[in-house]
């Protein structure tokens, strides 16, 4: 027939006409016409991370629990609606998906060092020194669990093995400023007046925009008698708050 042709097929893109602000929907957004779709195992992480940063963590959140409604066993995805869950106050739901993602996990130590933060902050100290030992045992090298571990036994008033553990962090991790910060404040708990304020030193040199080392190291020359020195550093500290 002379009117015959092609038939018309749908539209690639139509999505962004047809709902002008379906971009701000939660979910993966379609690819461009031409373009291979991103894999949902990334691009969930991907555009939840950019929601969260965006400060729309619910709708990252509703992201995520869609996306595990039918991926249940990626403990990756998990662990990152655990780590929002944490940062939007909910602990014991966060605790709960973390649990969920380690009975997956290939390699559970970033999991493990992250579920011991939470549980130290929580107050449950021996449950997240278990955690980090767990970590370390599985990976010697990974700085994180070493220093997690340390800020762990500090708060428990353990100064001796919290200075062990950040020195097993700085073995990984030399230039590491939080590292050696928390370093010198185990240090000084223990007396060690003169070797902590070495270590503060350094710490100030790596983050010199960090008032915390000065501070203490005001407080330690105070300790010490340093008047002079004491207050030139709590003017250092004062300088680092306003920069």
């Given at each position: 027939m002379d009117l015959e042709g092609d038939a018309i097929g749908p539209v690639a893109?139509?999505?962004?006409?047809?709902?002008?602000?379906?971009?701000?929907?939660?979910?993966?957004?379609?690819?461009?016409p031409g373009v291979e779709a991103e894999p949902e195992a990334i691009g969930v992480p991907r555009q939840a991370r950019e929601l969260a940063a965006l400060g729309r963590r619910l709708d990252a959140l509703l992201l995520l629990r869609r996306y595990l409604d039918d991926a249940p066993r990626d403990a990756a995805v998990r662990g990152l609606l655990a780590e929002l869950l944490d940062q939007e106050g909910?602990?014991?739901?966060?605790?709960?998906?973390?649990?969920?993602?380690?009975?997956?996990?290939?390699?559970?130590?970033?999991?493990l060092v992250r579920r011991g933060d939470l549980?130290?902050?929580?107050?449950?100290?021996?449950?997240?020194?278990?955690?980090?030992?767990?970590a370390i045992r599985h990976r010697?090298?990974?700085?994180?669990?070493h220093f997690h571990l340390g800020v762990t036994l500090l708060r428990r008033g353990l100064g001796s093995d919290a200075a062990?553990?950040?020195?097993?962090?700085?073995?990984?991790?030399?230039?590491?400023?939080?590292?050696?910060?928390?370093?010198?404040?185990?240090?000084?708990?223990?007396?060690?007046?003169?070797?902590?304020?070495?270590?503060?030193e350094r710490a100030a040199a790596l983050a010199p925009s960090d008032p915390r080392s000065y501070k203490l190291m005001g407080r330690l020359l105070d300790r010490l008698g340093r008047t002079d020195d004491a207050m030139a550093m709590h003017k250092k500290a004062r300088e680092a708050t306003i920069h």
């Open positions: 893109d139509e999505i962004s006409w047809l709902r002008p602000f379906g971009w701000d929907i939660p979910g993966p957004p379609p690819a461009p909910e602990a014991e739901a966060a605790l709960a998906e973390y649990a969920l993602a380690l009975a997956e996990a290939a390699d559970p130590v970033e999991l549980l130290a902050r929580a107050g449950r100290s021996g449950e997240a020194e278990q955690d980090l030992r767990e010697r090298d990974y700085a994180p669990a062990e553990a950040f020195q097993a962090a700085l073995k990984c991790a030399p230039d590491d400023p939080e590292s050696t910060y928390y370093l010198g404040e185990a240090q000084q708990t223990q007396g060690d007046l003169a070797t902590a304020l070495r270590t503060l």
